[in-house]
């Protein structure tokens, strides 16, 4: 029998206190550009290759569990790592750290829009999608190696890029996901169950079903939500609703929030796209559009007060839902039908990531020759050189500085 790739990885060293879970994830919140599929590269290069407070099996069924839920998948996966770590405090510092330099920029983007739309500021924006390219490709690199080891899953990933590639809609995603759990316990019957390797949870089902029970409240509550409603309330509503009936996160929730915002009159269309257009450009979860929207909101209800109210709201559902699905997640973990399912799903994620290596991240980059050389030295140095991140972003954005002044 072969053995499983977890048997050869180096040994897990969690940090067991939030201040330090809030360091790392502050760090991340203010450089990880690039959207959801970026975030996830960040996180597996700083969480399972540097600083290995979670392995290459866990991440990988993490990030399995949070495809499948509604919300934010980045944030979801970041919350669950900072709850394994150092519990709630973990968590909590997690979410907050992660968020609160998008949410601020994107609070005060209005005022600083105009300084953006130089050719300066395009091509700071532009050297960041060049990490976005380097980082997602070391990402996809790292757990290709390790989630795709052997020639069935390899061709689980493969057939997930093709599909993907045929429709890339979020209903595919999931339905290929759903697949790779399928072909699971055929293509993956090499990997077995371990006693002692589910998750470090400080919770059980009970307390989970209570989440999930909060979490269908609350939808109630909103989906019930009338204009008699105080207007906080129908604010809160709007935005909760639209965090928890997303599937896949990012970009798709912008038809929901549409629908939330500028359908009742509260936000004008033109400055939606602002904001839009604003959550391209900024570091941390796509979600904290929310709190430009919230901020902007028409009748003397935005501000400060309208930005938290629209930001929690957004995110709750998503957290409710990870907190309640996670010890069922662990229960499913330690069982080998289970753990050949979830390979599966993990080989199937690597084609994921390797088709939104292409679409959307390589697409929206890389322009010519230029991009791709600034792009492949980065890549190199990263992986030869082992480049710190700090040092690849720097490399992307001066270069794509000193290309438009050579160029003007």
């Known amino acids: 029998m072969t053995p499983s790739t977890a048997d050869n990885a180096p040994a ?41 407070w979670v392995d290459e099996q866990h991440f990988g069924q993490l990030f399995a569990l949070c495809q499948f839920l509604p919300g934010p998948a980045s944030s979801q996966l970041g919350f669950s790592i900072g709850l394994l770590c150092a519990g709630w405090l973990g968590a909590l510092a997690a979410f907050v750290c992660f968020t609160l330099p998008s949410a601020l920029l994107m609070f005060a983007f209005a005022e600083a829009s105009s300084q953006m739309a130089g050719p300066w500021g395009q091509a700071i924006i532009h050297g960041l999608k060049l990490v ?49 759990a399928a072909l699971g316990p055929w293509a993956c019957r090499q990997v077995e169950a371990k006693v002692g390797e589910t998750f470090a949870l400080h919770y059980g089902p009970r307390t989970g079903a209570g989440f999930l029970v909060a979490y269908g409240a609350l939808l109630a509550i909103a989906l019930l939500a009338t204009p008699l409603m105080p207007p906080m309330g129908q604010i809160a509503s709007a935005f909760y609703r639209a965090g928890a009936l997303v599937f896949g996160g990012g970009h798709v929730v912008l038809p929901l929030l549409k629908q939330a915002v500028v359908d009742p009159g509260w936000i004008t269309p033109d400055r939606f796209l602002a904001g839009y257009g604003a959550a391209q450009t900024v570091p941390g979860p796509m979600f904290t559009l929310s709190a430009y929207l919230g901020g902007a909101l028409h009748g003397g209800q935005g501000g400060a007060l309208g930005a938290i109210v629209s930001l929690l709201a957004i995110f709750l559902p998503g957290l409710l839902m990870v907190s309640g699905a996670l010890p069922f997640w662990r229960t499913m973990a330690a069982r080998t039908q289970a753990i050949r399912m979830l390979a599966g799903v993990n080989a199937a994620v690597v084609g994921l990531l390797a088709f939104a290596l292409y679409n959307p991240v390589w697409v929206s980059a890389i322009q010519g020759g230029k991009d791709f050389a600034i792009a492949l030295i980065a890549f190199v140095g990263l992986i030869v050189g082992k480049w710190p991140p700090l040092l690849a972003v720097a490399w992307c954005v001066v270069t794509s500085l000193i290309c438009v002044l050579s160029s003007t």
């Open 12 to 52: 897990r060293t969690p940090p067991g206190h939030p201040l330090e879970v809030a360091r790392v994830f502050l760090r991340l919140g203010l450089m990880s550009f690039g959207g959801p599929i970026a975030h996830i590269g960040y996180f597996h290069r700083e969480f399972v290759e540097r600083r290995r």
């Open 132 to 180: 976005a390219v380097v980082v997602v490709a070391q990402g996809v690199l790292g757990m290709a190696r390790t989630l795709c080891p052997d020639r069935p899953r390899a061709f689980i990933a493969a057939a997930t890029v093709g599909l993907i590639a045929l429709s890339s809609s979020a209903w595919m995603q999931l339905l290929v996901v759903a697949g790779g």
